[in-house]
């Protein structure tokens, strides 16, 4: 079961924690491999690896399946899950605002195409 925290802090990485502990959870299940979490969940193992390997944020029915499929509850897990899911959210509103926000873009109108010439010029 992942440690209780306090989800609100904005300057905690909620991702790795709950990547870091799904492979906790995967230790403690003997390292079942990603091919028989496959058989039993439905998911792909590519999806499963992910998430576990931390590369991206599991959706519920994933992460739901990985955590139960190796033996935990889900309702100790939801919170540090839910937790992770919010913090990848804001961190893709701020990616998408800053991309906005980028003087390049703010030079260029949104249907230009890009000019070889200018575009120098725009990107110091």
């Avoid at 992460?63 to 893709?92: F, K, L, N």
Wanted: aromatic share 8%; proline share 7%; glycine share 4%.
């Amino acid at each position: 079961m992942p440690a209780s925290q306090d989800h609100s802090r904005s300057d905690h990485n909620f991702i790795a924690d709950f990547a870091i502990a799904l492979q906790e959870l995967r230790a403690q299940a003997n390292f079942l491999s990603f091919r028989d979490l496959e058989r039993l969940t439905g998911f792909s193992r590519s999806a499963l690896n992910d998430a576990v390997r931390g590369r991206k944020v599991p959706t519920y029915d994933t992460a739901r399946a990985i955590v139960e499929g190796y033996g935990g509850r889900w309702s100790d897990w939801s919170p540090c899950w839910r937790a992770a899911v919010e913090q990848a959210a804001r961190q893709r509103t701020q990616r998408l605002a800053a991309r906005r926000e980028s003087p390049r873009d703010a030079l260029r109108p949104p249907h230009a195409a890009v000019d070889p010439i200018l575009d120098p010029i725009l990107d110091p």
